[in-house]
């Protein structure tokens, strides 16, 4: 320990990192860049990267690194802190700390690499958390704590919504909620229980056809932000 007086305030890098959640394909996907320089060059990462100055909020330096590494307006997204990561060897260059936010969106256009990636694209989370996936620094265990609380928010807030788009039927709602927490889940006793949550959904006073059989009735989100009760995922 140095001696009274002689302590210095630490030199600490701070950055931010995005995952941006979606389905896309049947899949829940994530989006990440490829690394165009060290390091890590060339190997996936969460876009992201460090304040501009000493004035930049988080905020801002979230929405500007979503910008210029895959060209998305955070404006367009749901964004929010998922928790700050600040292992003391993360990062090979110097001492990082990073705030992480995560994003979810039903669709997103296609990205545009930009700043300091040499590639921008969607990736099935499934095939990001396998062993052998190699992604820089820590964000492999970023997205699985992003995965896990979209799984956990969906028990408990209407979310599963916001992956869905503007009028869609409860098919479409509950295979959000099965691509997600990765399980089937019964169709009636889904209808059940959503229909059972004032405001989660609203009648958008048609229906739908996509196969033989009863049309399908078309909702859009309601006001409603929370589940009473909450819909637990099944275990096991």
């Known amino acids: 320990m140095p001696e009274p007086g002689e302590w210095r305030i630490p030199e600490v890098a701070v950055a931010v990192d ?3 959640l979606t ?32 004035s930049e ?12 590494e895959t060209g998305l307006d955070a404006a367009a997204l749901h964004l929010e802190q998922l928790r700050t990561y600040g292992t003391p060897d ?57 995965v896990e609380r979209a799984r956990a928010k969906l028990e408990y807030t209407t979310l599963a919504a916001a992956f869905c788009p503007p009028e869609f039927t409860m098919t479409d709602l509950r295979e959000v909620y099965e ?3 990765g399980q089937r889940l019964d169709p009636r006793n889904f209808h059940r229980k959503i ?4 405001g989660f959904l609203v009648p958008a006073g048609k229906r739908e056809s996509k196969q033989a059989g009863r049309p399908a009735t078309v909702y ?11 819909m637990l995922r099944p275990r096991g």
Not at 195 to 198: E, G, N
Not at 220 to 230: E, K, N, S, V
């Open 90 to 146: 993360r990062d090979p260059r110097r001492r990082v700390i990073t705030v992480c936010y995560v994003a979810f969106s039903p669709r997103l256009p296609e990205p545009v690499a930009g700043g300091d990636a040499r590639e921008a694209r969607l990736m099935p989370v499934e095939k990001v958390l396998r062993p052998r996936t190699r992604i820089a620094f820590d964000h492999k265990k970023i997205i699985r704590d992003a």
């Open 18 to 20: 995005l995952a941006v």
């Open 57 to 68: 909020s988080l905020d801002h330096a979230a929405a500007r690194e979503l910008r210029e």
């Open 195 to 198: 229909s059972s949550v004032p």
């Open 179 to 181: 691509i997600v927490w």
């Open 220 to 230: 859009r989100r309601g006001p409603a932000t929370t589940l009473h009760p909450a």
């Open 23 to 54: 389905v896309h394909d049947n899949s829940l996907q994530v989006m990440v860049v490829n690394r165009g320089i060290p390091p890590y060059e060339g190997m996936p990462a969460l876009p992201g990267g460090f304040l501009a100055s000493a």
